[in-house]
């Protein structure tokens, strides 16, 4: 079984902060995806990274995929509090299925 | 368009009872798949399907069946449902297998007693 592993589990902040969140794993993925979840819906995608080294940018958010393509990262600049939420990974490999991380829970306080 | 859409959203059954969560989409999507989400557990696949008339298990498919008769529908069911089984279940789709951007339905928040 593929595991990806998430950090921080919970991270409370001020509006204004930076934050970074990592996903790694021991395993190899042919892409990776980010997604954020706010309660009581499902996931939304953010972002998907396909090449090692990669970064990607969606205004205030910066994603990452490690060289070897085992981790990713996602730093958030300037956070707000329309940014609270639940961020979890997604690792792909040649198989049919997702592997999820455990999510990171980020909380922005205005 | 609705996308993704799951029903009930809250069920309470009470152990050993079964029932069918219902999950539809109207995005044309060949790829469908259940996960159970639990706290600190991320989202885990049960049971997905790549086409009409084609499942194949997940990470956790003991206790759940499914079938595919048509690209729109992917039911969820029940067999005898256990206090295990308490969980938010999400239905999702793809246009590709995968590596695709999965679509979430809401979600369906079961209790087992």
């Known amino acids: 079984t593929q595991l990806l592993e998430q950090s921080p589990q919970f991270l409370s902040i001020q509006e204004g902060e930076n934050l970074t969140v990592y996903c790694n794993s021991s395993?190899?993925?042919?892409?990776l995806q980010w997604y954020r979840q706010e309660p009581g819906e499902g996931p939304v995608l953010l972002v998907t990274?396909?090449?090692?080294?990669e970064v990607k940018k969606l205004k205030r958010l910066t994603f990452q995929f490690g060289d070897a393509r085992k981790d990713s990262s996602l730093h958030i600049t300037a956070a707000q509090p329309g940014d609270t939420g639940l961020y979890l990974c997604?690792?792909?490999?040649?198989?049919?299925?997702?592997?999820f991380g455990g999510g990171t829970r980020l909380m922005v306080k205005p | 368009n609705a996308g993704v859409t799951q029903t009930p959203k809250f069920q309470v059954l009470k152990t050993g009872q079964s029932m069918t969560l219902q999950c539809a989409q109207d995005?044309?999507?060949?790829?469908m798949s259940w996960y159970r989400q639990d706290p600190g557990m991320g989202l885990r696949l049960i049971h997905y399907?790549?086409?009409?008339?084609?499942?194949d298990q997940g990470e956790v498919p003991n206790g759940y069946n499914v079938s595919r008769s048509t690209t729109e529908d992917f039911p969820l069911r029940l067999l005898s449902a256990a206090p295990s089984q308490t969980s938010v279940y999400f239905c999702?789709?793809?246009?590709?297998?995968?590596?695709?951007?999965?679509?979430f339905g809401p979600g369906t928040r079961l209790l087992v007693l």
């Open positions: 999702a789709s793809s246009y590709s297998r995968g590596s695709g951007a999965q679509y």
């Open positions: 395993s190899v993925f042919s892409s």
């Open positions: 990274v396909v090449t090692g080294g």
């Open positions: 997604a690792g792909h490999n040649a198989g049919n299925m997702l592997t």
């Open positions: 995005m044309n999507h060949e790829y």
């Open positions: 399907s790549v086409g009409a008339g084609i499942t």
